[in-house]
C-alpha cells in the first residue's frame, strides 16, 4: 500500500501557476499510476492528469497544454507534481492525486488517494 499526502495548493489570480506535490510514503518501491483528480463544489469529480506506471502521460482536454504531470523516484523518495499554468477561474477545486497499481491491461483501479489541496483562482 501507499500513502498520500497533497501539497502546493493556494490562491492565485488568473494567468498565474501553482505547482502541486504528491508525497508518497509506505510501498514506495513499487511503480504505481498515479492520477491527479479535481473537484469543485457542486461539480463532479474530474481526472484531469494522469502518469502511468511506464511514465505515458494523458491530459484532458481543459487542462491539455496548461498542465505538465511529472515523476520522481529516488532512493526513499517517490512523488508526483502537477504543474499549473496560465490558471483559469474555472480550474479553481480541490486537488487530489490518487494511485493504482500498474495492470496488464494499463492502470488498475484508483484506490489511495491523498487528502486534497485546494486550489483558488481569482479573475
Known amino acids: 500500500e501507499v500513502q498520500l499526502v497533497e501539497s502546493g495548493g493556494g490562491s492565485v489570480e488568473a494567468g498565474g501557476s501553482l505547482r502541486l506535490s504528491c508525497a508518497a510514503s509506505g510501498d514506495t518501491y513499487l511503480d504505481y499510476c498515479v492520477a491527479w483528480f479535481r473537484q469543485a463544489p457542486g461539480k463532479e469529480r474530474e481526472k484531469v492528469a494522469e502518469?502511468?506506471?511506464?511514465?505515458?502521460?494523458?491530459?484532458s482536454d481543459s487542462v491539455q497544454d496548461r498542465f505538465i504531470v511529472s515523476r520522481e523516484k529516488g532512493k526513499g523518495t517517490l512523488a508526483w507534481y502537477l504543474q499549473m499554468d496560465s490558471l483559469k477561474p474555472e480550474d479553481a477545486a480541490t486537488y487530489y492525486c490518487?494511485?493504482?497499481?500498474?495492470?496488464?491491461?494499463?492502470?488498475?483501479?484508483?484506490?489511495?488517494w491523498g487528502p486534497g489541496t485546494q486550489v483558488t483562482v481569482s479573475s
Open positions: 490518487a494511485a493504482a497499481y500498474g495492470v496488464w491491461t494499463g492502470c488498475g483501479d484508483y484506490e489511495f
Open positions: 502518469i502511468d506506471n511506464g511514465g505515458a502521460l494523458t491530459y
